[in-house]
């Protein structure tokens, strides 16, 4: 397996692979492994060369784990695809390398079944499963970990020799831990996973169609759209209001609206509309739009547009709201600060969102409510290392910028918009009554510098809570060298 070296006509295209352009990283050689082996043998030579590996499926970290210039050797998984059904394991084996569009492709054309995984169809398996994973299906059928029966991973040793090891959630095994770990415990940690195998938790016997959940024969989309003009303050608190009561009210695990899944994007006046999107599956999925809207738009009392189609599970998996997902974000940077909650936001979290969003401010930016619970809280908080399982949504301030000038001012709106809907926790959202913390997969350095956290809680506890003592002890026996690390990484002497 040769080094992709700065002289070699694929290592630019290599380095540039990121979603998140904010960071850039200058690797002295680039892997791309095809075989368990050749990752193996790449991870060795970088420990034996005292050189610091970092490891990318798909290129999407929010921050810059990958893409930072301290790495030196860059082990990008991208050769290795491989999706096969296991009789063996009675399960799907799906490579890191493996995009989630080709994965929803695979499973769907060769069995009709689904794993319910990201929205982004570029999204790298790899950094994905082992974050928890949401998307569109997640509140009928829960994350991508909690489908998680197997994970093989290449680990360095305390004597500094890098091996394969694979462990699954059978209770006999001895690497148990290593798999729990594996269920929401973040990238960058442990090892270079390789390969998942995927099934549902109750699934019994060896027939491949009936290993994962039945996809959808059709997704029913929406979208609803405000004119920013027509919104004063009144009618965009009962926006943000309707959404939060609504998603009180319908993300109980046994909800007959789990089949539904929106995003409310409150966008900066400087957009110029205020959306939802989401999508609804099975026979109902009109009715259930019709009810959702109902609830949320029509009470806002301005006129808006309405679009519904319907569309086979594939072609719509493959291609997902095309306007979220366009080619003109390549160049994009980012900052995107994440927050479950488990009550809908205050009066005066609305009010304060209403201030940053009408802001007379040179930025992109917005507020994103997405539905959550349904399945997802169907499971227990030490089940899996995803800890938050009775959250009604998932929340996010985020900016993006393209010119080199907007980065102050971007970044500096977002941070204190963010900071300023949780001054009574620090300006983070501490697990309590009304907030529980955020999501690893959506990772924010911000949580652990004290000019932004200032509740007193580690970031640690916003992301494990009270699993990372036994996060601790997986990434003590397993990366003993501290091989894998990065800005929020799991580390042996952090304290609760």
Not at 15 to 38: A, D, M
Not at 71 to 91: G, W
Not at 256 to 275: A, D, K, T, V, W
Not at 289 to 311: C, F, K, M, N, R
Request: hydrophobic share 40%; glycine share 10%.
């Amino acid at each position: 397996m040769e080094k992709i070296t700065p002289r070699d006509i694929r290592y630019a295209d290599l380095v540039e692979k990121r979603f998140n352009k904010r960071f850039t990283g200058k690797p002295e050689y680039i892997y791309l492994p095809t075989t368990v082996q050749e990752v193996v043998e790449a991870l060795q030579e970088a420990v034996d060369n005292k050189r610091r590996p970092v490891v990318r499926s798909g290129g999407h970290c929010l921050e810059g784990f990958v893409a930072d210039p301290a790495a030196q050797v860059l082990i990008d998984m991208s050769l290795m695809t491989d999706i096969y059904y296991d009789a063996e394991k009675a399960a799907f084996a799906v490579d890191a390398g493996a995009t989630v569009g080709e994965m929803y492709r695979r499973l769907f054309l060769g069995w009709g079944v689904v794993l319910p995984a990201g929205e982004y169809p570029g999204i790298g398996m790899g950094g994905h499963v082992l974050g928890g994973a949401f998307g569109f299906l997640c509140r009928e059928y829960g994350l991508a970990a909690d489908y998680l029966y197997a994970v093989e991973l290449v680990t360095v040793d305390a004597s500094g020799k890098a091996h394969r090891v694979i462990a699954t959630r059978e209770t006999t095994d001895p690497h148990r831990e290593l798999w729990w770990a594996h269920t929401g415990g973040g990238g960058g940690n442990f090892g270079i996973v390789t390969r998942y195998w995927l099934r549902s938790p109750d699934a019994t016997g060896s027939d491949p169609f009936s290993a994962l959940p039945k996809a959808p024969a059709s997704i029913t989309t929406f979208r609803v759209g405000w004119d920013w003009k027509t919104i004063d303050e009144a009618a965009f608190s009962r926006l943000a209001k309707n959404f939060g009561t609504w998603c009180q009210q319908h993300s109980a695990p046994d909800s007959p609206y789990n089949q539904l899944f929106s995003i409310l994007f409150l966008n900066h006046r400087n957009i110029g509309r205020l959306e939802i999107k989401g999508i609804a599956t099975g026979p109902n999925a009109t009715r259930l739009i019709e009810d959702h809207l109902a609830a949320i738009a029509a009470p806002v009392g301005q006129p808006y547009t309405q679009q519904i189609e319907e569309s086979p599970w594939l072609h719509f998996a493959l291609n997902p709201f095309p306007e979220l997902f366009q080619p003109g974000f390549d160049n994009v940077q980012a900052k995107v600060k994440d927050a479950f909650f488990r009550k809908p936001l205050t009066d005066s979290q609305i009010a304060t969102s209403y201030q940053y969003l009408t802001a007379e401010a040179g930025i992109g930016g917005a507020l994103g409510m997405a539905t959550y619970g349904g399945k997802v809280n169907t499971i227990a908080p030490d089940a899996t290392a995803s800890a938050q399982r009775d959250a009604i949504m998932d929340v996010a301030c985020n900016t993006g910028w393209i010119s080199p000038e907007g980065a102050s001012p971007s970044m500096s709106w977002v941070r204190n918009f963010y900071k300023d809907l949780f001054p009574g926790s620090g300006g983070v959202p501490v697990p309590n009554e009304q907030t529980d913390g955020s999501m690893i997969n959506h990772p924010d350095t911000d949580l652990a510098d004290p000019e932004w956290n200032q509740s007193g809680i580690p970031w640690h506890t916003l992301y494990y809570k009270e699993n990372y003592p036994r996060l601790q002890q997986v990434k003590a026996k397993w990366d003993p060298l501290n091989i894998f690390h990065h800005a929020l990484s799991i580390q042996v002497d952090d304290k609760l």
